[in-house]
């Protein structure tokens, strides 16, 4: 069984926070296939509109993304799409991929053309790395700071 780390708890908390997601769900794990989204978080935009749905991973490697995390985001980012696809086929869908540090150059070229080319089949693919992954956090810092209701996020 999977447990929720304190970095998917911090994007979930965003989501529900920040973005105002309604449903924030952890750890979903694929059906027939080794894997599981670390956050789907999902958000009403309107009268015969279809929901937001964000569909996050969240490496939290403090000393910067591993090798073997690198080789393994296209791969992983093409599971989502097919979880996506079918658990919610009629809705607005945004992938993310949130870690508080990337080193900088080949491998942060490597996820602006994966971004260029997921464009260019008309889906959403953010990497919320580095001084954007900061700011966000700070967003939910400043929310906290004008917020004192109970929460269930550490």
């Given at each position: 069984?999977?447990?929720?780390?304190?970095?998917?708890?911090?994007?979930?908390a965003?989501?529900?926070?920040?973005?105002?997601?309604t449903?924030?769900l952890?750890?979903?794990?694929?059906?027939?296939?080794?894997g599981?989204?670390?956050?789907?978080?999902?958000?009403?935009?309107?009268?015969?509109?279809?929901?937001?749905?964000?569909?996050?991973?969240?490496?939290?490697?403090?000393?910067?993304?591993?090798?073997?995390?690198?080789k393994?985001v296209?791969?992983?980012?093409?599971?989502?799409?097919?979880?996506?696809?079918?658990?919610?086929?009629?809705?607005?869908?945004?992938?993310?991929?949130?870690?508080?540090?990337?080193?900088?150059?080949?491998?942060?070229t490597?996820?602006?053309?994966?971004?260029?080319?997921?464009?260019?089949?008309?889906?959403?693919?953010?990497?919320?790395?580095?001084?954007e992954?900061?700011?966000?956090?700070?967003?939910?810092?400043?929310?906290?700071?004008?917020?004192?209701?109970?929460?269930n996020?550490?």
């Amino acid at each position: 069984m999977s447990t929720t780390d304190l970095g998917e708890s911090l994007v979930g908390a965003y989501m529900r926070h920040v973005e105002q997601c309604t449903i924030v769900l952890y750890n979903s794990f694929f059906a027939d296939q080794q894997g599981e989204v670390d956050v789907v978080a999902l958000k009403h935009q309107g009268p015969g509109q279809p929901r937001l749905v964000y569909l996050c991973e969240v490496t939290t490697h403090i000393e910067g993304m591993a090798r073997n995390t690198v080789k393994r985001v296209p791969a992983k980012l093409g599971r989502l799409r097919e979880f996506a696809d079918l658990t919610f086929p009629d809705e607005d869908h945004r992938f993310q991929w949130w870690s508080p540090y990337v080193n900088e150059g080949a491998i942060t070229t490597g996820f602006e053309q994966l971004c260029g080319d997921w464009a260019a089949e008309g889906r959403v693919l953010e990497f919320i790395i580095n001084g954007e992954y900061t700011r966000r956090v700070g967003q939910l810092i400043e929310h906290a700071r004008g917020n004192t209701s109970t929460t269930n996020e550490p």
